[in-house]
């Protein structure tokens, strides 16, 4: 009897995407919530330098706004 | 010529009912002018934001003709006209829009207005939007510029009135106003002193707040919020120095933490009361400038445009060098006011605190 034997590769579990740091929000879900373009800079300029990312934020080139969000 | 950033417009949620609703407490938190008339222009609502910038007491403004008394520059078909053409408009819903320059003797105002109707009532709104302020317009007849506050009460100085070069009546009080009114809750209500001061601060903070904005927007043309944080610290801190409360400095290097901290040098709150700690009640009477925190919560909040709040964690009444004050968003509160609860004071242990407190990221949408 001809067996013809089937290779089936194993349905494992999607990887989890790798992230930086430990983040707890998705980036797309900070760059939406975080203001976008005030002086001039947009929200992935601003993504950088977030907190969790291990960065302290710069008062000088932040503006109010967007630095206390970090609070 | 200063721009004013679109961060700045009225939001489109405003109606006449929601403005009819608020408070007047509430209407002078906007960082907007709002006026109310009748349907003949006597002005019966006028908030903080344009008593601020048309440099005008509301209690001199209330009760007169808008067109007429207090802005004869508005007494044209563009602006009058339109307002009398809305008063006869049989579409109550309707919204009317239109741009236009308040002229003063001390310069003049590119606004925007909005015309609202309270529903079934005789009463209607302007909602008023600086755009940009300029030079007075050296065309303009005298006799139609906006009435001066000198005008509008004259030989206030023999009537024991002062006010500021922004025709603000203020009161010289001795820094030992807030030691008799820390006595007085002390004898009638020792426990709610810190939530007392605090309340008071947030209020007086929220006036604040509108007068930097008005300051701001006459000298850069842009909003606070889009300043530079540390220029805003400087202005904030400008603020409070001069008016006497002590020299507060800005502490960045714990924000990534979630944390603003602001220390206070020669707080006259905690100078005022020093003299008061008493042996039976040591823990009521160590921190003293509650109503700085609260100050400063309301200003930052309003810039932030979310929820803040700052507590006291050391204070100079109770032996400190300096007072600090610990600014965090509303949702980590419970983690500071626990550890002084408890008792515990300082700055570290403050910080040892909410470091157990997760970070609300989320709260930041």
């Known amino acids: 009897m001809n067996v013809t034997r089937v290779k089936v590769a194993p349905i494992l579990p999607p990887k989890p995407r790798r992230v930086r740091g430990t983040f707890i929000v998705e980036p797309e879900k900070a760059a939406r919530s975080i203001p976008i373009n005030w002086a001039g800079r947009t929200a992935e300029d601003v993504l950088g330098n977030l907190p969790w990312e291990g960065a302290a934020p710069d008062p000088e080139m932040l503006d109010a706004a967007t630095f206390l969000s970090f609070l | ?365």
């Open chain 2, 1 to 365: 010529m200063l721009e004013i950033p679109e961060s700045s417009v009225i939001p489109s949620s405003f109606n006449a009912s929601t403005i009819d609703e608020r408070s007047d407490a509430e209407l002078d938190a906007l960082p907007f002018g709002v006026i109310s008339l009748d349907e003949e222009g006597i002005i019966l609502r006028y908030n903080l934001y344009e008593s601020r910038l048309a440099r005008l007491d509301r209690n001199q403004v209330l009760g007169r003709n808008f067109f007429t008394d207090i802005a004869p520059c508005t007494s044209t078909q563009e602006f009058e006209g339109r307002f009398r053409a809305f008063v006869n408009e049989a579409d109550p819903q309707k919204r009317v829009r239109f741009d236009y320059i308040f002229d003063f003797k001390f310069g003049a105002q590119e606004v925007s207005v909005e015309l609202l109707r309270v529903p079934a009532a005789a009463r209607f709104y302007l909602l008023i939007n600086r755009q940009r302020v300029t030079a007075p317009r050296p065309d303009f007849p005298a006799e139609k510029l906006a009435a001066l506050q000198r005008n509008l009460a004259p030989n206030e100085d023999r009537e024991g009135v002062l006010r500021d070069e922004l025709e603000r009546r203020f009161i010289d009080a001795p820094a030992a106003l807030f030691s008799a009114l820390r006595t007085t809750c002390e004898r009638l209500a020792p426990e709610a002193w810190q939530l007392f001061s605090t309340e008071w601060g947030v209020q007086w903070g929220r006036r604040t707040a509108v007068d930097l904005e008005a300051s701001v927007l006459e000298q850069t043309g842009r909003s606070l919020r889009e300043l530079p944080m540390a220029e805003v610290a400087t202005r904030v801190a400008t603020y409070y120095g001069e008016r006497g409360f002590g020299l507060a400095s800005f502490d960045f290097s714990s924000t990534a933490e979630g944390i603003l901290r602001v220390d206070v040098a020669r707080s006259a709150l905690a100078e005022a009361v020093p003299k008061l700690r008493s042996v039976e009640s040591p823990q009521r009477t160590d921190l003293a400038c509650h109503l700085l925190a609260g100050s400063f919560s309301a200003v930052l909040s309003s810039i932030a445009g979310r929820r803040l709040v700052a507590r006291e964690v050391e204070c100079a009444a109770a032996g400190s060098a300096m007072c600090t004050i610990v600014v965090i968003s509303y949702e980590r509160r419970a983690a500071v006011d626990a550890v002084l609860h408890a008792g515990e004071r300082g700055f570290d242990n403050i910080r040892l605190a909410l470091r157990r407190a997760p970070r609300m990221v989320e709260s930041r949408q």
